[in-house]
């Protein structure tokens, strides 16, 4: 079994629909990530958690919102669902960083498509 | 100016060449600078990392870091065509709290 698990791996939805991607993690590590792969965009951050009461805010915010239910779970939430949020999103984790640390852990990925 | 920079590509090489990928950052990012590789529908997987100036050898792959000119490069000696991918660039800022990634170079891997 994977240690960071995506669930669902595919979903199509409607415009204004609610969804809600799921990560959790079997590593024990206390930060964790969601970000959004975009064709030519690379990996941009939307929200990162470095322990359970902490949520932060990453450079494409706006439209999604989060929830660190536990130290392995970080759930991500589009509230109304809009096309240009069609996407390849990936869960990843981390141990704090320092000298010789900081690789990130992904998960499988969630491909979203909003019609 | 993005955090950190790379060429799209598609770069591409003849089986048994080397192959030279190349990164920039900016003035936020300098902290320690990391190679992923992305296999067509799959997730990231760290293949290098690197943190002082110079290079750092592992295997088939060179990362080399140059802090004054701000770039971050990987070498891939006898390119296979397992090799091909994309090869991500990634970069953190002060205190490692988070990462930057660059758009990524899909490299192809002519037999």
């Known amino acids: 079994d994977a240690d960071v698990t995506q669930t669902p791996r595919n979903r199509i939805t409607k415009t204004g629909k609610r969804i809600m991607l799921e990560c959790s993690q079997t590593?024990?590590?206390?930060?964790m990530y969601w970000y959004r792969q975009d064709p030519g965009l690379g990996l941009r951050l939307i929200y990162y958690s470095f322990d359970v009461k902490d949520i932060n805010k990453g450079e494409i915010s706006d439209g999604y919102s989060v929830s660190r239910q536990a130290q392995a779970k970080f759930s991500l939430s589009l509230e109304s669902a809009i096309p240009n949020q069609t996407a390849l999103y990936f869960c990843a984790t981390s141990l704090p960083g320092g000298p010789n640390t900081g690789e990130l852990f992904f998960g499988e990925g969630s491909r979203l498509t909003v019609l | 100016q993005k955090e950190v920079e790379q060429n799209s590509g598609p770069l591409s090489v003849p089986e048994g060449a080397i192959a030279s990928l190349n990164c920039t950052y900016s003035?936020?990012?300098?902290?320690?600078f990391f190679w992923y590789r992305q296999y067509s529908g799959k997730s990231p997987e760290l293949i290098m990392s690197?943190?002082?100036?110079g290079d750092k050898e592992d295997g088939r792959f060179t990362a080399q870091l140059n802090k004054a000119s701000q770039y971050v490069s990987l070498l891939i000696r006898d390119s296979q065509p397992s090799d091909s991918a994309t090869y991500l660039c990634?970069?953190?800022?002060?205190?490692?709290?988070?990462?930057?990634f660059g758009s990524g170079t899909k490299l192809n891997v002519k037999p």
């Open positions: 990634a970069g953190t800022i002060y205190n490692f709290n988070k990462f930057y």
């Open positions: 590593k024990g590590h206390d930060r």
């Open positions: 690197i943190y002082s100036n």
């Open positions: 003035d936020r990012v300098s902290q320690s």
